[in-house]
């Protein structure tokens, strides 16, 4: 059962002057449960046992380690050592999306939907753009996999190549994101998975937030007794499915 938190179709205030969407990927545009994370983080151990020769303890361990550093394996392992090329490493963990990934016909609706509202917006300004710590490469891919159409962010599609040194949750990240597309944070609303990711989002960048609660939540906040009532003071909205939006926030899509 999906619920929105401090919002409801009668206090959209935070819906203002917001005219541009950032979707996160992983974990958004299909559900991290589904066994393509899981492929994702047992493909970044084998590439530790296959290229730097370390044992499954130990690449369990790095992989660990590293991921909880940055939030991106990536820019972990490179902090811990280890000399890791982008885009060997990137090609080679995220194999597997064609296996586990296909459409969601809600999922596929409510982004058309969105798309539209951007398109008519006001201001005639609105954009909706792609940000995810992998690489663009491998985002696309994803994209086909999921039968979600490329033009739906023809805004911009950003990830580690275009991000370099920097990753979600570092506030540089989401700011080299709109300046690139000429808009300012608060003009956002950030669609996360991640409570990290979009609590830099709303309380440093003031963007507006929509969270997906789903298994990335239950990893983050595992073992806090408070973890609801600290993301309901985060997010805007809370869904377990981006496809669960419009009956949840009917305002979102009409401002």
């Excluded at 409510?110 to 992998?134: F, H, I, Y």
């Excluded at 937030?209 to 906040?221: D, I, N, S």
């Excluded at 939006?245 to 009409?254: A, I, N, S």
């Amino acid at each position: 059962s999906s619920s929105s938190s401090s919002s409801s179709s009668s206090s959209s205030w935070w819906l203002e002057k917001k005219t541009t969407l950032v979707f996160d990927l992983d974990g958004v545009l299909y559900p991290a449960s589904n066994g393509y994370l899981e492929k994702v983080r047992n493909n970044q151990r084998n590439y530790l046992i296959e290229k730097h020769g370390v044992s499954e303890e130990e690449a369990r361990k790095i992989r660990k380690e590293a991921f909880a550093k940055h939030n991106q394996t990536l820019k972990g392992l490179r902090s811990l050592g280890f000399d890791v090329d982008h885009d060997e490493f990137t090609e080679y963990v995220r194999k597997g999306m064609y296996e586990y990934l296909s459409r969601d016909e809600r999922v596929n609706e409510t982004l058309e939907r969105l798309k539209k509202r951007c398109a008519a917006s006001a201001s005639k300004k609105g954009k909706m753009v792609l940000m995810t710590n992998t690489a663009e490469k491998q985002a696309r891919k994803c994209l086909d996999a999921l039968e979600i159409d490329e033009k739906l962010f023809e805004d911009g599609i950003f990830g580690s190549s275009f991000m370099g040194d920097c990753a979600k949750p570092m506030p540089e990240a989401f700011e080299m994101v709109c300046r690139d597309i000429g808009v300012s944070p608060k003009e956002c609303i950030m669609f996360e998975d991640s409570f990290k990711n979009l609590k830099t989002c709303v309380s440093v960048l003031g963007m507006g937030g929509v969270f997906v609660a789903g298994e990335t939540l239950e990893m983050e906040l595992s073992g806090k007794t408070d973890a609801r009532t600290e993301l309901d003071s985060v997010a805007n909205v809370v869904v377990e499915s981006i496809g669960d939006l419009f009956e949840v926030c009917p305002d979102m899509f009409d401002f």
